[in-house]
Every structure is written in structure tokens, then in C-alpha cells.
């Protein structure tokens, strides 16, 4: 039997804990993926994290052997400055500090398209006694609440072009039917799984490695994501649930069912605060810093502008985008939600 070589085990080792960094994310309250949840501390479970209010960086990158890895780091304002630099087409070294590593989870919870170079495609590392359930991004194949929050992350991304397909008063505030003559966006703009707005790509060409990272020792490393509650089935690749299957028996009778729920709930935030995070607020950068409303909560997402109409998305109608119109309630209840929405610093 061939003996093993000390020396290629060395440089096996050593490429292991080497990570090519590919691209990253916030997760704070104000900024997070919205795929791992509706809300800033759901977020924070899906990836066994606790959500404190300082918030995380998460690096996404490569293994020297092409692994798969997830690194969450506290140095919350490194990780910012290079995502705004990367928005800016400049080049930045996202190298964070090994003590800033808070865990390091095997998989992407994201779909990062872009890969190392010089190393194997990518691909989960061999997993060891204690480490979690490789991360995965949602399947593109179902419709659930993690699709339904990155169609709505996609509105967000591209309003005014979904604005442009609905004319005013295609639909009030209190849920009326839209007019058949009003164009209502297709099902396959918002039925990828591709995140819309997250994460950001270097502007490198070829991602640079670093040698920060190692897998998390038991003392860094976090506890295994907890199972989603039954409302969020289908992030896990679950169907709708029965609650859901209900709700879409009722949407077949009326679309505007599931809008008329949402907008009471959204309604109750303003009286009982909802998790942080279920309401965020975000400037736009154009038409003279005009904000965009984010809001979900079980089975929905909404998407407005607080002086313009809102969009809505349902868990029990796939793909469907719902135009509400500005009508005698909905200006109220949006200025209300943006007054409470949390707003990144």
C-alpha cells in the first residue's frame, strides 16, 4: 500500500483554509438577503445566528479545494464599504481580520453565478462530525415565500418599468378587481430564484484568495439552522402549506383576497410593531430620493412608494404581482410605514 505524502497533505491543508472571496451581503436589520426571511431575526435563524443589532457581513467564497462557503464576519462596515465599492465598478480586497469571523457555514444560502479560477466548480465540502446541513438557495422549480420575497426584491429593483404597466387606478386600496384592459406584468418576471438586488460582485475579474478563514473551530461555530416554521414551508422545498392551499382556493374566487389580508396586517404594524425588519425603507438614488417600501409578513410581500401606489406578492398566486392604486386609505397607511420602517445608517 502506497504511503501517504506529509507534504502534499500540508499543501491540501493549507488550500482548505485558503478562501477566494466571490461576492457579499449584509445582514442587519435594515439590509438583509430577504431570502433567508421575512424579517431581520428570521434571517438570523435560517443561518443559526443570533440577530444582534450591530448586524453581520456575509462573505461568499471559494475554498482552495472549491468548496462552498458561507463566512460571517462582525466587521459590518468593512464588508459595506466594499459592497458600495463594487456598486461603483471599483476594485476592493474584501479581506476581513480572522477575529472578525463569527462562523463559517458550508454551501451559499444565495445563487452566486460567478466561481474561482484555478480551482475545482463548485461544490459542497465534505462535511465533518458537527457541521450543519450544507446552505442551499431556493429551487427555482417551486413557488414559496422565499420566491415570492426575491419577485418582490425584483419590483423593488425594476418600479418604474412594473409601474409603467399599470395605469391609475387600476385597482383601490380596498382590493377592487383590476380592469381587464390594465397590463399586468408577466408570471416569469418574478419567478426566478436569482436574488435581485443581492449580493454584489467585485469588480475584479479574478477574485483574489485570502488566508483568513478556516473551518470554525466548536467555539466559533454556530448551531444548526432551526426548521422553518410551517408558514414558510416552501423555503425548504415544502409545498404550500395547508393554511396556504386554503388561501388559494380563495384566490381563485377573488385575487384580491390575499391584498385585502395583507393591507389589514400591514395596518396592525402601525399599532403593534411588528420584528424588526418586516418593514424597511430604503432611498431609491433617483427621482429626487424618493424611498421604497419593503414590508412582508406571512404568506405576502409588499412593495410601494409612499407618494405612489403599492405592488403585492402572495404565496398562494405564483408569480402574480398585484397593482393597489392610491385610494382613499392606502396614502395614510403607507406614510405610517414609512415612518416606522427601519432605514440603513
Request: net charge negative; charged share 20%.
Given at each position: ?62 475554498d482552495g479545494l472549491g468548496a462552498r462557503w458561507t463566512v460571517v464576519v462582525d466587521d459590518v462596515s468593512l464588508v459595506a464599504v466594499a459592497i458600495s465599492s463594487w456598486d461603483c465598478g471599483m476594485a476592493y480586497d474584501l479581506s476581513p481580520d480572522e477575529h472578525s469571523v463569527v462562523a463559517g457555514l458550508p454551501g451559499w444560502p444565495l445563487a452566486v453565478v460567478t466561481r474561482a479560477p484555478g ?141 385585502r389580508r395583507a393591507l389589514d396586517e400591514l395596518r396592525g404594524y402601525l399599532k403593534e410593531p411588528p420584528p424588526i425588519g418586516r418593514v424597511r425603507s430604503s432611498d431609491t438614488g433617483t427621482d429626487g430620493g424618493v424611498r421604497t417600501l ?52
Amino acid at each position: 500500500m502506497a504511503g501517504t505524502d506529509p507534504i502534499a497533505e500540508a499543501e491540501a491543508d493549507g488550500a482548505a483554509d485558503a478562501l477566494f472571496v466571490l461576492t457579499a451581503a449584509l445582514l442587519t436589520p435594515a439590509r438583509f438577503p430577504s431570502v433567508l426571511g421575512d424579517d431581520y431575526p428570521a434571517a438570523c435563524t435560517a443561518l443559526g445566528l443570533q440577530p444582534y443589532a450591530e448586524g453581520y457581513g456575509l462573505v461568499f467564497g471559494q475554498d482552495g479545494l472549491g468548496a462552498r462557503w458561507t463566512v460571517v464576519v462582525d466587521d459590518v462596515s468593512l464588508v459595506a464599504v466594499a459592497i458600495s465599492s463594487w456598486d461603483c465598478g471599483m476594485a476592493y480586497d474584501l479581506s476581513p481580520d480572522e477575529h472578525s469571523v463569527v462562523a463559517g457555514l458550508p454551501g451559499w444560502p444565495l445563487a452566486v453565478v460567478t466561481r474561482a479560477p484555478g480551482v475545482p466548480a463548485p461544490h459542497d465540502p465534505e462535511p465533518e462530525e458537527g457541521d450543519p446541513a450544507p446552505l442551499v438557495p431556493p429551487s427555482g422549480d417551486a413557488w414559496g415565500p422565499a420566491q415570492r420575497r426575491l419577485g418582490a426584491d425584483e419590483v423593488a429593483l425594476q418600479w418604474s418599468a412594473w409601474r409603467s404597466q399599470v395605469t391609475d387606478g387600476a385597482s383601490s386600496d380596498t382590493g377592487a378587481a383590476v380592469p381587464s384592459e390594465t397590463p399586468v406584468p408577466s408570471e416569469s418576471a418574478v419567478s426566478s430564484s436569482e436574488p435581485a438586488a443581492s449580493p454584489r460582485t467585485p469588480a475584479e475579474a479574478a477574485p483574489r484568495p485570502t488566508t483568513w478563514f478556516e473551518r470554525p473551530s466548536p467555539k466559533k461555530a454556530a448551531p444548526p439552522p432551526k426548521a422553518a416554521p410551517s408558514t414558510d414551508a416552501a423555503t425548504s422545498g415544502e409545498g404550500v402549506s395547508s393554511t396556504g392551499a386554503a388561501a388559494a382556493a380563495d384566490a381563485v374566487a377573488d385575487p384580491y383576497t390575499g391584498v385585502r389580508r395583507a393591507l389589514d396586517e400591514l395596518r396592525g404594524y402601525l399599532k403593534e410593531p411588528p420584528p424588526i425588519g418586516r418593514v424597511r425603507s430604503s432611498d431609491t438614488g433617483t427621482d429626487g430620493g424618493v424611498r421604497t417600501l419593503r414590508a412582508d409578513g406571512p404568506g405576502w410581500s409588499l412593495v410601494a412608494r409612499p407618494d405612489d401606489m403599492a405592488f403585492v406578492l402572495l404565496d398562494e398566486l405564483p408569480g402574480e404581482v398585484l397593482p393597489v392604486a392610491r385610494g382613499p386609505r392606502l396614502p395614510a397607511l403607507l406614510e405610517g410605514l414609512d415612518a416606522m420602517a427601519v432605514r440603513p445608517s
